[in-house]
């Protein structure tokens, strides 16, 4: 089955700083790849996905690449903010089918 | 709002006793998931449903069952609870194959064997 690896665990940033959090997969018949955000005691929500066919797709402070060849992805943040501050997974699949996902990355954002 | 809704939210029991975690959706969704979170494991796929007839196992199925009694309605038991199976359980929906392959969660159920 698909195995996806995310670094790293944790991640400290500065207000205002970028952050990066890298994924690698498995399958190289996966072709969809999404990122969710937990917030502390929340549900894990969807915040950007990329397919395939795609090699970065960007939404206002967050953008996501990926390298098929390599077989990575991933999630770029800018301008962080205290809101920021969550955990973030990243997930594979192939054709929409069930989604492994990666251990996730704390990222704290410091004031 | 549509939404999915756990229950309960949480649950303490003891080794040995048969519990269930209860999912229900008002999403319409035919694809349902359980997942179950701990630290530094991220989410581990358990059980998953296509539709009413087809129940298929993840990669973590020991030790738990599903029943999936409706569309709407996909239930995980523990049959007999042991002390690592204590997390955070999360039951998903999602309506892949129209340009939305969003997983929408559920509020998630902590659960304690003790």
């Known amino acids: 089955g698909e195995n996806v690896e995310q670094h790293p665990s944790t991640l400290s940033v500065q207000e205002g700083d970028s952050a990066v959090i890298k994924c690698t997969y498995s399958d190289s018949a996966s072709n969809y790849f999404p990122w969710y955000k937990q917030e502390l005691g929340k549900r894990p929500q969807l915040i950007i996905d990329i397919r395939s066919n795609v090699g970065e797709k960007k939404d206002q402070r967050i953008a996501v690449t990926l390298n098929k060849t390599a077989k990575h992805f991933s999630l770029h943040i800018t301008e962080t903010q205290p809101e920021d501050s969550a955990v973030y997974f990243c997930?594979?699949?192939?054709?929409?089918?069930?989604?492994?996902f990666g251990a996730g990355t704390t990222v704290t954002v410091r004031a | 709002d549509a939404d999915v809704t756990q229950t309960p939210r949480n649950r303490i029991t003891k080794t040995g006793k048969r519990i269930m975690l209860e999912c229900s959706q008002t999403?319409?969704?035919?694809?349902m998931y359980w997942y179950r979170q701990d630290p530094g494991l991220g989410l581990r796929l358990i059980y998953y449903s296509f539709d009413v007839k087809d129940i298929n196992k993840g990669e973590i199925s020991d030790g738990y069952s599903v029943s999936r009694q409706a569309q709407a309605k996909f239930s995980l038991s523990l049959e007999s609870a042991i002390p690592n199976q204590t997390a955070l359980y999360f039951c998903?929906?999602?309506?892949?194959?129209?340009?939305?392959?969003?997983?929408?969660f559920g509020q998630g159920t902590r659960l304690t064997v003790v």
């Open positions: 997930a594979a699949s192939i054709d929409d089918y069930k989604l492994s």
């Open positions: 999403k319409g969704h035919d694809r």
């Open positions: 998903a929906t999602s309506e892949p194959g129209q340009g939305m392959s969003e997983a929408f």
